[in-house]
C-alpha cells in the first residue's frame, strides 16, 4: 500500500480494479482545513483521464506492473501489430487509441517497452527520443515570420511537427515521443 506522502508522479496504484499512473499530483492547502492532493490519473488500459483527490488517511494499492520488450511490426486500420523481440510468432496487437499520440513516431522493427498488468499486455512505451528521416519539406522562406522560424515537414512514419527552416529533406531528426516536439537534427 502507498501513503499519501508516497503518491508521486510516475506511481501506478489500483482504482477500481485498474492499474493508473500518477500524471499529475499537487497538494493543496484549504484554510483552517487539513491538506489534501489533487491527481490526474491515466488508466493504462483505456488511456482515459480522470481526477481524483487523496486526503492523509487515504492509501492506495500499488499496482503489479511487469515491463518487456517488443519489436514493433506493422500498422493497418489503427491496429498495431507487435511481436516479441526474440521470437517473431509470438504476436499481439493493440489499439491506435490504447497507445495514444505518440503511435504516429512508430517504424517498423522499433523497440518499445510492454507493460504486462496481471500478465496480459494492456500497453506499450515507446523509447523518449525516436530518430527519424525526414522524407517531405516545403521550401521556408527566410522573411516569412508568421511561423516564427518553423516549418511543418513529414517523417518517414507520416507524422507532420514544426522544426526550423534548415531542415532539409532526408535529415534525421530527434523527436521527443511525449511532446511530439522536434528536439535537434541528429544526422550520423
Do not use: C, W
Not at 489499439?95 to 523497440?111: H, M, Q, R, T, Y
Amino acid at each position: 500500500m502507498l501513503s499519501y506522502s508516497e503518491l508521486t508522479r510516475g506511481k501506478i496504484v489500483i482504482v477500481n480494479d485498474q492499474p493508473y499512473e500518477i500524471v499529475e499530483a499537487e497538494n493543496t492547502f484549504k484554510g483552517r482545513g487539513h491538506s489534501y492532493l489533487q491527481m490526474k490519473l491515466r488508466n493504462l488500459v483505456s488511456g482515459a483521464v480522470i481526477s481524483r483527490s487523496a486526503q492523509p488517511r487515504d492509501s492506495f494499492e500499488e499496482a503489479d506492473i511487469e515491463k518487456s520488450e517488443a519489436k514493433f511490426i506493422f500498422q493497418n486500420k489503427g491496429r498495431y501489430t507487435f511481436s516479441e523481440v526474440n521470437n517473431p510468432s509470438k504476436r499481439f496487437e493493440l489499439d491506435e487509441e490504447k497507445i495514444g499520440d505518440s503511435a504516429k513516431f512508430l517504424k517498423p522493427n522499433e523497440v518499445v517497452t510492454t507493460i504486462l498488468f496481471n500478465g496480459k499486455i494492456i500497453n506499450v512505451s515507446l523509447p523518449i527520443k525516436v530518430k527519424l528521416k525526414v522524407t517531405e519539406v516545403p521550401p521556408g522562406v527566410k522573411g516569412d515570420r508568421a511561423q516564427s522560424g518553423n516549418k511543418v515537414v513529414t517523417l518517414e512514419t507520416g507524422a507532420k511537427i514544426a522544426a526550423p527552416l534548415f531542415i532539409n529533406e532526408g535529415d534525421i531528426l530527434e523527436i521527443n515521443t511525449e511532446s511530439g516536439e522536434y528536439t535537434r537534427r541528429a544526422n550520423e
